[in-house]
């Protein structure tokens, strides 16, 4: 969670190609702030946890459709798409069918929190189908939290981009360069999911991955969050970056962090 927070708030400034496309940029300044990723990465951990680890496809979806929710109408100009935000102040609280990136740049805490592949990838598909339940939709959120627990349980980089491929049939044959060179600001799973693979394959560390993501233009504070989040399963977090994440987040977060974090150390 700390890794998809943290590449919310560096990549934020940038949305929109409002960058220059390179991995040179200083990775704070004061435009840098969390957005809508952030508080509904918040949310999702939250509903995760209180549902329990062993909670079944319906309750976790209940969970995960009430905290959404309830965090959207906490922080209600966090910068939500138009279909998203029309969801959380609708009386129907149905999926829409959408393969927005937003699958992805939640779920990060499924990645995190249990014990089995399979466990993880059923998590993921829950936390996606109260909104995001087109197929593509399902899919970045579950491969985005299966490359989390592989890499987390020590399945090195190249055996983790095999079974991408094998299992998610996503396109990697564009180098990070390829990707930079047609940039573009887009915002579905099967844009942004290559984009935030690749950046993580290619990255070389925490940081590095998160430069890569942000270098490609577009929607950098989605594309950041999502590689980020790998990079933490894989790399874990610098402790000087995790200071500064809990800096520039709400107490109120800071708080569903750490009980989440208690909670995963237990897996």
Not at 176 to 194: F, I, K, Q, T
Request: with cysteine.
């Amino acid at each position: 969670m700390y890794g998809a927070i943290l590449g919310d708030i560096i990549g934020s400034r940038f949305e929109f190609d409002r960058g220059g496309w390179t991995k040179e940029f200083k990775l704070f300044t004061g435009e840098s702030t969390w957005t809508d990723d952030t508080a509904m990465t918040v949310a999702v951990a939250e509903a995760l946890i209180e549902a329990g680890k062993d909670a079944d496809m319906q309750t976790l979806e209940k969970a995960v459709r009430t905290s959404l929710r309830k965090w959207g109408h906490m922080y209600p100009y966090a910068g939500y798409g138009g279909r998203f935000y029309d969801w959380l102040h609708s009386e129907n609280d149905e999926p829409y069918y959408s393969y927005g990136n937003g699958s992805a740049m939640r779920v990060s805490a499924a990645g995190l929190l249990y014990d089995s592949l399979e466990r993880t990838r059923e998590a993921a598909r829950a936390t996606a189908n109260v909104t995001h339940n087109h197929p593509e939709g399902i899919k970045g959120a579950e491969c985005t939290a299966a490359v989390m627990y592989l890499a987390r349980t020590g399945m090195p980089k190249e055996e983790i981009r095999d079974y991408v491929i094998n299992e998610f049939c996503y396109n990697l044959s564009e180098s990070v360069d390829e990707l930079r060179a047609r940039h573009g600001h887009y915002e579905s799973c099967m844009d942004s999911l290559p984009k935030a693979l690749t950046s993580f394959f290619e990255g070389t560390g925490f940081e590095d991955i998160i430069r890569n993501a942000v270098s490609l233009g577009g929607d950098t504070d989605t594309l950041a969050a999502i590689a980020g989040a790998m990079a933490e399963a894989c790399y874990g977090v610098p402790a000087e970056l995790k200071e500064e994440c809990r800096d520039r987040i709400p107490e109120d977060m800071r708080e569903v962090l750490d009980k989440f974090y208690e909670k995963a150390a237990a897996v």
